[in-house]
Nanobody, 112 residues
């Protein structure tokens, strides 16, 4: 059974940092490019970042470039999203995704 479990979300003040994790099981993680998406209240889900199979290639949405860093540990079947200089507009449910599967999401709220 394939499982994608996101964790690390929470409430943080503007300018703060959080690190999200996406731990997978039952899935060929080390063979798959992975992505982070997010969905803010009342908005469509949007792509945030992509990381290649080896981790050597990454890409980011313009809205997070320079503030977020995606990484992965293939030995742990886990992907990460380090988020820094967070803004209220980063408030959303964050999801990890492969080409086929989605996680259930973790809530990130940026508020004073």
């Amino acid at each position: 059974q394939v499982q994608f479990v996101e964790s690390g979300g929470g409430l943080v003040q503007p300018g703060g940092s959080l690190r999200l994790s996406c731990t997978t099981s039952g899935f060929a993680f080390s063979w798959s490019a992975m992505m982070w998406y997010r969905q803010a209240p009342g908005k469509e889900r949007e792509w945030v970042a992509t990381i290649s199979v080896t981790g050597g290639g990454t890409d980011y949405a313009d809205s997070v470039k320079g503030r977020f860093t995606v990484s992965r540990d293939n030995a742990k079947n886990t992907m990460y999203l380090q988020m820094s200089r967070l803004k209220p507009e980063d408030t959303a449910v964050y999801y990890c995704k492969s080409s086929t599967y989605w996680g259930q999401g973790t809530q990130v709220t940026v508020s004073a």
